[in-house]
């Protein structure tokens, strides 16, 4: 009797990555790796100024510099092109022309106002700085508060306000009679400072035109390569079908490379100028000012309770800087934090405003976690601010209004049906790994050393999974196809474009265990609009849990196929086939059947095709999910301040998060270590700082503060595991957990530890010396 090999089990098993290798060795390939005969390089003249009228161009001397191929302006711009994108436009908002390079006005530091092209980049740097730009400097408007204000400077003179839109929340007939009838109404401003993403890599771009095909290929470090194929492609003219956008190795994005960019432009527009390659890569000091700047809202938050606890309202008014101009998702992404504002809680009255506010700043757009860090920051201190009025304990408070586990799915004041959950589950596993039963002990050990013990706590659930194509503005689907080579080895093409969260990986683990092969016989392509199907790109915790899902779906389509195969070749019935570990058998007789590969070679070489059967073994699918996505965790952080200079010394960070079923431990536990830098980070280190006169201050590594690993503990990281309805695969994603539930936890700690000083709220970021005035009695 034949028995069938079972191979070992791939899914759930914490497989190393399959890209490190080429990663850490140096062998693998960035846009700046590539070189092309007859390159040129492009070089770009910024405004220095926050908000100016340009008044004359001057090239001439850098047309004769050295190497100098071509020069462009606005006026060539204009004429060879479209305005810059934008996807998302909300009815009712002012939207003002844009063009990758600007005339008459800069509006923000940093802004393009011309590109030199040369034959050496250190050429075309030093001619850029030979181009003469007369400027008359106008007044700056770079608090979003006073741009609101009557009588302010206008970013926009057309539109005769600084409102790009104003979006209304919820019901305020329902919220008004909740908070008529509460026993008690906690009421703060917060603020979530500015940041800027700072990638490893920063931005690059490669264009190629070749003028004898009229075609284009580009090699940019892209997040979103097809749909950065079809906006390129309209903007500078060329028909979609002969425009190729190959995204190589992206060396991180958090959101920023979600963008088409005026250099990906005026690269293209350079090539079909000069007739030749041409390569721009950004320096560190334009990754600062020119690629997109995240969260900066100011979000004023009010909760309604009974005297128990419970929460029956809530009212935000939410001022959103997105700086100069609309990016390609600017206006969608505050839209995300009111989603999120009642958190875990049942709060049965929501209702507010989004006012979104130009000023003289780097336009914002997507950061890691994109409006839902802002949504959970709010509610999460709103909750820790009404215990504490109540005398409530913040875990006490949490379970009183937590959705129930059996109350999924769950439809919340936001208007959003939260698939699946079990609030109590994560925080019992958290607290319980925290030891939360001798946190008291602890803090009077801390007082003896002449420091302050805070313990803060945060619960989250995040929108992900992006998600319906009805809700978003450049379509939610994901396409995946899975091929069966003639030899039988795998070909996995995700329209998903992976930089870092391991798709290489954990689609071949998907792959291998549902086809029944080994994993080292599964390659995973992406990222190249030639080779892949038409999809929408890695963002927004998507990848597995939509791209995952296309997938599967690719994957049951080709078993069916092989089953087809087996059943002719075999002379069974279709019915009586049985496929399982790689083979196809007559159900009942494993030794009557065929490997997979014999299957491929048949289905290939199509000498003797079942009925109505195409020759092949191949299968492509696009997912298309009725919902998003919505993860969830609890966090703890312990922290201890000194009580001499107000340093915060972060202790512990216990995290506790539900992703859904999980393909690959190892890299779940890689994007929560990720996101939990960048969340601490804005709670402790990072700020984008810009004078009154729009100039940034905090424009180098020496003074924008990214966290390093000594700044940080051994993170405690566990998980529950809560599936979704809403994918095959039963995953939610996790890309963006640790950024979310990261930060407000972080300043619950120091408010905590500083309770006996009367504390009840401190902004970000939790500079020592605001808490050192604390302590010593002043103020904030």
């Excluded at 998302?88 to 003002?96: D, Y």
Aim: proline residues 6%.
């Amino acid at each position: 009797m034949t028995t069938i090999q079972q191979p070992p089990k791939l899914i759930g098993e914490p497989i190393k990555r399959r890209e490190d290798p080429r990663l850490i060795t140096g062998q693998a390939t960035y846009v700046d790796d590539i070189r092309l005969h007859g390159m040129l390089y492009m070089s770009l003249v910024r405004s220095p100024y926050g908000h100016a009228h340009v008044t004359n161009i001057d090239t001439s001397a850098a047309a004769q510099a050295e190497g100098v191929v071509a020069i462009l302006t606005a006026r060539e711009v204009k004429a060879m092109s479209e305005p810059m994108p934008v996807a998302a436009q909300l009815e009712g908002m002012n939207l003002p022309v844009r063009w990758a390079l600007a005339s008459d006005v800069v509006r923000y530091q940093g802004e393009p106002v011309a590109a030199v092209i040369a034959d050496d980049r250190y050429r075309a740097r030093d001619a850029a700085d030979l181009v003469l730009v007369d400027y008359e400097e106008l007044p700056a408007v770079v608090d979003p508060d006073k741009a609101l204000e009557p009588g302010a400077d206008l970013i926009h003179s057309d539109f005769g306000t600084n409102a790009a839109i104003t979006i209304p929340i919820g019901s305020t007939e329902d919220t008004d009679r909740a908070f008529a009838e509460a026993d008690v109404v906690i009421k703060q401003r917060m603020i979530n400072q500015r940041l800027i993403p700072v990638a490893m890599e920063p931005r690059g771009v490669v264009a190629q035109y070749n003028a004898g095909e009229e075609t284009m290929t580009v090699w940019s470090s892209t997040q979103i390569p097809h749909l950065l194929k079809t906006i390129l492609a309209a903007c500078v003219r060329i028909p979609e079908h002969h425009m190729r956008v190959i995204a190589p190795e992206v060396g991180g994005g958090f959101g920023s490379k979600l963008n088409v960019y005026a250099e990906e432009l005026l690269s293209a527009l350079a090539s079909i100028q000069t007739g030749r390659p041409v390569k721009w890569i950004e320096s560190r000091a334009e990754n600062f000012l020119a690629t997109i700047h995240g969260r900066d809202l100011i979000g004023t938050i009010e909760l309604a309770a009974k005297k128990d606890g419970t929460l029956i309202g809530q009212r935000v008014r939410i001022i959103a800087d997105i700086g100069a101009y609309h990016q390609l998702l600017t206006a969608a992404i505050p839209t995300l934090t009111s989603l999120m504002l009642p958190g875990v809680y049942k709060i049965p009255a929501l209702s507010g405003e989004i006012v979104e506010v130009f000023t003289n700043k780097t336009p914002t757009d997507a950061y890691r976690g994109a409006g839902r860090p802002e949504g959970t920051y709010f509610i999460e201190r709103g909750i820790n601010m009404l215990a504490q009025e109540l005398g409530m304990d913040q875990v006490e408070i949490r379970r009183k209004n937590f959705i129930g586990k059996d109350e999924f799915p769950y439809t919340t004041s936001a208007g959003v049906v939260y698939d699946s959950g079990d609030y109590d589950g994560s925080l019992d596993k958290a607290l319980a790994n925290a030891g939360w039963g001798a946190v008291a002990q602890l803090k009077e050990e801390a007082r003896a050393r002449n420091k302050y013990l805070g313990v803060g706590i945060s619960t989250y659930a995040e929108i992900c999974g992006m998600g319906p194509s009805a809700a978003l503005p450049a379509g939610g689907w994901e396409s995946g196809t899975v091929r069966v080579e003639r030899s039988g080895k795998i070909t996995v093409l995700t329209g998903a474009s992976p930089h870092g969260q391991g798709e290489e990986t954990s689609f071949a683990q998907i792959a291998a265990e549902e086809l029944g092969v080994g994993i080292d016989d599964v390659s995973v392509l992406h990222g190249d609009t030639a080779q892949v199907p038409f999809g929408i790109g890695t963002f927004g915790s998507r990848a597995t849990a939509v791209g995952g899902a296309a997938l599967m779906m690719s994957i049951v389509k080709v078993k069916d196929k092989a089953r087809r195969f087996g059943a002719h070749l075999l002379e069974a019935l279709p019915d009586d086939i049985v496929y399982e570990q790689g083979r196809v058998f007559v159900k009942g007789h494993p030794e009557k059947g065929m490997a997979l590969a014999e299957i491929a070679a048949a289905a290939w070489n199509a000498p003797n095709l079942p009925p109505d059967t195409e020759p092949g073994l191949e299968a492509t699918s696009y997912f298309e999910p009725s919902n998003f996505t919505y993860p969830f965790g609890a966090h703890v952080a312990f922290v201890e301040i000194d009580a001499d200079t107000g340093h915060i010394d972060l202790k512990r960070f216990i995290a506790v998060d539900d992703c859904g079923r999980v393909i690959n431990p190892m890299l779940v536990e890689g994007q929560v270590h990720g996101g939990l830098a960048q969340g601490i980070g804005q709670a402790m280190y990072e700020e984008a700082v810009y004078d009154e006169s729009g100039q940034l201050l905090t424009g180098t590594l020496m003074d924008y503060c990214v966290p390093r690993s000594d700044q940080l503990p051994s993170f405690e990281l566990d998980r529950t595991v809560t599936p979704t309805p809403v994918n095959p695969l039963g995953a939610k994603g996790v890309g963006e957990a640790g950024t979310i539930g990261s930060t407000p936890a972080i300043v619950n700690a120091v408010v905590d530890a500083l309770q006996e000083f009367g504390v009840k709220h401190i902004d970000m970021m939790l500079r020592p010396e605001k808490v050192w005035r604390i302590i010593n009695g002043g103020k904030q």
